[in-house]
């Protein structure tokens, strides 16, 4: 199986930059994508940015410009740097990864996992 530990986050203000960070462990034979989600409530969980393996970063609409994403294949990690927050961009943010591993109840067979969820504020 694969676990996801999110950190980084909290509360800032309107302009202001953050960065979350995530890793990925466990019995892991590949990762193809790992990237960032949100989700407020009422609302369907978005895209906020993702790289998958041998293709282009891919970032929502609402935050191109904004937001980077960057991974390191060997540490199995992926980080989101956010600059000029805004309050629309409050929400619980996850991280995912479409991840192979060699046990656990998907074992052989790419699966998404998700983290726990960290909450980030942006007061206006």
């Known amino acids: 199986q694969v676990q996801l530990v999110e950190s980084g986050g909290g509360l800032v203000q309107a302009g202001e930059s953050l960065r979350l960070s995530c890793i990925a462990t466990g019995d892991i034979l590949v990762i193809s994508a790992m990237g960032w989600y949100r989700q407020v409530p009422r609302k369907q969980r978005e895209l906020v940015a993702s790289i998958t393996t041998g293709r282009d970063p891919m970032y929502g609409d609402s935050v191109k410009g904004r937001f980077t994403i960057s991974r390191d294949n060997a540490k199995n990690t992926v980080d989101l740097h956010m600059s000029r927050l805004k309050p629309e961009d409050t929400a619980v943010y996850y991280c995912?990864?479409?991840?192979?591993?060699?046990?656990?109840?998907?074992?052989?067979?790419?699966?998404?996992?998700w983290g726990q969820g960290t909450q980030i504020t942006v007061s206006p």
């Open positions: 995912h990864a479409d991840a192979t591993a060699s046990s656990g109840l998907y074992y052989l067979t790419p699966h998404d996992y």
